[in-house]
């Protein structure tokens, strides 16, 4: 019987509960061949069932062949993320029946995966990264109606194509965490040159799984935890997060459990949707690929994928732009943005051929304008005129700037109120008060940015 | 030994009809019980032998060749709709 | 003497010399198929207007001296192999009508080699059986007596080569598939060793133990077809890159010197007493021709059927998982029996807490049957084991009782959990039955095992025999 001071006594020790997420990411590899067979890996926004083959379609006979490169890869993933990479490995057949999965099982890796127990630190913080390992995607399903019946339909296009998937020890208790995770991880793989990592295009997928204990002062797991599935931006890798532990705490401060199962961000109803019952959690029954013989690594073999990987990996990135002397700040804001980050180095290159005359623009002011501005369909030409432009405007700080802005708002509380009144032309005001004061000549493109930011 | 075949049926996706499966129970304890010999031998420290050809390290390059034709990969199915492969509506929610 | 009634090497000179033409053997051929298919239910599928088109094209290149290993020769394919356009259904109604888009790998081979394809010929559902009768388009039957299973599951294939339909014709063995319907039909059936020759393209049924062979007359036959078959395949990951050598080089050898092994776990009670007669008849004559016969000890042979019964099904239930009658085929209930059984029997042995106690132990006990094997090679060349512990039985008799089925492949089923090569060559009748041998060597020792055989061969035409059937 919940009584008044059980449920209140409840509250309390939510207040207090822990939070556990782990993490689970599938990375689609850029390979040119798919995982077991020849087809060609690009698939995306092909005509459907175009490129498949007995293999990856799964028809009577067919055999599975590893893609080396693929292989490779998945090792440079491991050891980006500081992973001991074990000598021996072997594919295992993960048995279950779907309709996207053509031959019945899904060839993955169950006991001995390429990569264990490495970690990755992220906002200050280390997080363990249980394994990394390797398998194929499955065809994608639409659903829609056939003269009027409901009805799936199946495009193998997408079947067979590697798959790596990055499994994080449950070490996560935020939202704030986890999206932080995902664009270090994102950047990696796309440093690595392993993968576009395109979330819109399912590049990467994301699925937490999803816990609260009651237990503040144990460090055991809760005997439930909810898998989240269809998380497909950035964006709502926050709120699919936040609405699901919302609604896991609620169940727990009934005195009810939470259901064990999967769900699904909907993102028009801005909720999570119960989709399969995880029950006793599916009977795998894994055992070793006969048709695949294992894979044994040299210590040379690993030690020549770490030697390409050197100088790739974001921090690398991030510290060859400090040594040219582009702020902390400025360095990371490129490199998490990999198309700046390749103009930034264009614009850099040709800043000594520039001739005598015009202002040469350190690596930090180039760094600065590719930051703050919008620059798409610009030519480098183009680009480089503009930063020298700027470069004759006078330079004060972003943090000078922020100042002298705060103050303007301070003393004029009308332009907040009007702002959010829906007076977007208050703005303009704004900067012409920020330009009294200052009375030097500011680039109003990045004065406008910073007003707008502190308004919102 | 006995088998709960309505579980192992479900499992291994066999539609079975409800006089099958005291037929197949049978059947497959039978079997089961024969197979129970094994228990008796001693395998410690014996490992597992899934290979007998004793290869490692098969791989192929990263090198893509033409896929089968669309009309091709569906020129099995008997349901297909739009160059799609059709089936029965599987309800997430 | 027929056309269709000479082996492969006489067709060959002849077709050399011009005295006939690959449309007149192929011919003759079709002629058996017409005459005796209905009766003796060997054909699922013949392609009759293909094979004499191939035959014609095999006539030009032989008029213009072209010189391909099968140039013109008949051959059938269990309907287990992928066919490109020809309908192949492993048997089964779960796979009636499907038509692949490709070829095996084999399949390929035998055509570059000039091969003219005459059909599919019927098996064991999945190739799930030892006789034949789980074919769900009827059972084959035996030529030599049309009451009895010719044994299975190359069933057809066997029959076909047999009764001269086909001059050669493919199999695949996994645990005595091969073996036993040659020793119950008068032929000789090469199991190869396992990745010796490719699977792409194969229907399988349990990936670590089927291994893909023939049916020929002589051993001769059966060296010069695997000459086609065998080698490394970029499409299959289990072959391994182990030379190709000529197989017809030692034929000629004999078998003097040779230390050939009687294990004693093979001459048990359940063997019948008429066939241990006709094997002991065997060893005397190799005795005879200079061989040493050497007793050995294979200890872990009581145990190779319950490893079999677990690893096969097991990995049976996962490669059938893939029918379920979206992109191809029938639905799943339109599965046989047999095939119910071994998917719900594997299921259960993978399963969570079953697992250890069944799977992984049996892949243990493997490890000690594969030495015992290896140890035994320490001391002989080969070893010579009758194939099956009993005559071919009737028609009917064992449907009911699925393990007095799964007994028959008690002396051929250790060969393919060691993936050792077997060649079964026949070594006479009782009562009108045929009676066989199976020459066992260690991995890749094919040539030793024709060389044993043909030695056999020389001297007991066997082959010359013909059904009346």
Known sequence: MLTKQRISGMRERLMNSRTIIGLEVHVELKTKRKMFCNCSADYFGHKPNTHTCPVCLGLPGALPVPNKQALEWCIAIGLALNCEIPLFSKFDRKNYFYPDLPKGYQISQYDQPFCLRGKIEVNGKKFGITRVHMEEDTGKLSHGKVENEDVSLIDFNRSGVPLVEIVTDPDFNNAIDVKAYLQKLQQIVRYLGVSDADMEKGQMRLEPNISIS????????????????????????????????????????????????????????????????????????????????????????????????????????????????????????????????????????????????????????????????????????????????????SSVSNDELKEVIRKVLKNNPKIMQDYKAGKKSVIQFAIGQVMYIIRKKIDTEILKKLITDELK | MKIDVKHVAKLANIPLKNDEVKKYENQLSQILEYIEKLTKVNTDNIKETSQTTGLENVTRDDVASPSLKQDEALSNTKSKHNSLFKVKAIFEE | MKLNELTIKQAKERLKKKQFSSVDLTNACLEQIMKKNKNLNVFITVCESLALENAKKADKLISVGQDLPLLGIPIALKDLFSTKGIETSAGSNVLKGYIPPYDATVVVKLKQAGAVILGKTNLDAWAHGSSGENSDFGPTKNPWNTNFVPGGSSSGSAVSVATGMSMASTGTDTGGSIRLPASFTNTVGLKPTYGRVSRNGIIAMASSLDSIGHFTKTAEDSALFLQVTAGKDEFDATTPSVEVPDYTKDLEKGVKGLKIGIPKEYFIKGLDKNIKEEVKKAFRFYESQGAEIIDISLPNTEYAIATYYIIQPAEVSSNLARYDGIRFGQDRRAFGEEAKRRIMLGTFTLSVGYYDAYYKKAMKVRT??????????????????????????????????????????????????????????????????????????????????????????????????????
């Open chain 1, 214 to 393: 009651l237990d503040v002062n144990s460090t055991k797991l809760p005997n439930y935890k909810v898998e989240v599935k269809n998380i497909n931006s950035f964006g709502f890798v926050e709120k699919a997060i936040n609405f699901e532990l919302k609604r896991q705490q609620e169940i727990l401060e009934k005195g009810e459990k939470p259901v064990q199962e999967t769900r699904g961000w909907d993102e028009s109803k801005q909720k999570t949707v119960s989709q399969r019952l995880k029950e006793e959690a599916n009977d795998y029954r894994y055992f070793p690929e006969p048709d695949i013989p294992p894979l044994r690594w040299t210590d040379n073999e690993i030690a020549d994928i770490k030697e390409k990987m050197k100088g790739k990996m974001p921090e690398d990135k991030i510290k060859e732009l400090i040594n040219l002397e582009v702020s902390q700040s400025n360095a990371v804001l490129l490199v998490a943005n990999m198309n700046k980050l390749d103009l930034f180095n264009e614009l850099y290159s040709k800043t000594k051929f520039i001739k005598g005359g015009t202002p040469i623009p350190t690596a930090n002011q180039i760094s600065n304008y590719l930051i703050n501005k919008v620059v798409e369909h610009q030519t480098i030409p183009q680009i480089m005129h503009s930063i020298q432009s700027s470069l004759t405007l």
């Open chain 3, 368 to 469: 000690l049957i594969l030495r015992d094997f290896e140890e035994a090679f320490k001391k002989v060349d080969a070893i010579i084991t009758p194939v099956s512990p009993t005559m071919p039985w009737k028609i009917g008799e064992r449907v009911d009782d699925p393990l007095a089925m799964y007994l028959s492949d008690v002396f051929a089923a250790p060969i393919n959990l060691a993936g050792l090569p077997g060649l079964s060559v026949p070594i006479g009748f009782i009562d009108g039955l045929p009676v066989g041998i199976q020459i066992l060597g260690p991995h890749f020792s094919e040539n030793l095992l024709f060389r044993i055989a043909h030695a056999y061969e020389t001297a007991h035409k066997w082959y010359e025999r013909t059904p009346n059937e």
